[in-house]
Nanobody
């Protein structure tokens, strides 16, 4: 059973920073791409960032490019999301997810395992 547990959410003012972490159980972490998604109230879940199995490919949503950085540590089974210059529109529940393959994608349907989410709130 694969389990993903996010942490690091919280409340910050606009312009602030947060670092999200996701720990993934299992021995096959390095075999799969990982991604971060977010979902604001009454909105669909949307892609934020993705990283390939050995970090050779990284992709971002246009809305977070230059502000967010995704990284992974295969020795620790963790994937992180450093979020800088936060804006009120970044307010959402953030979810990490494991892709079905080695290369990341922006398509939610290609991610097969999900965490429970961690809340990020940015005030103006």
């Amino acid at each position: 059973q694969v389990q993903l547990v996010e942490s690091g959410g919280g409340s910050v003012q606009a312009g602030g920073s947060l670092r999200l972490s996701c720990v993934v159980s299992g021995r096959t972490f390095s075999s799969y791409a990982m991604g971060w998604f977010r979902q604001a109230p009454e909105k669909e879940r949307e892609f934020v960032a993705g990283v390939s199995s050995f970090s050779g490919t990284i992709i971002y949503a246009d809305s977070v490019k230059g502000r967010f950085t995704i990284s992974r540590n295969n020795a620790k089974n963790t994937v992180n999301l450093q979020m800088n210059s936060l804006r009120p529109e970044d307010t959402a529940a953030y979810f990490c997810a494991r892709h079905r393959g080695r290369a990341p994608s922006k398509d939610l349907i290609e991610y097969t395992y999900w965490g429970q989410g961690t809340q990020v709130s940015v005030s103006s």
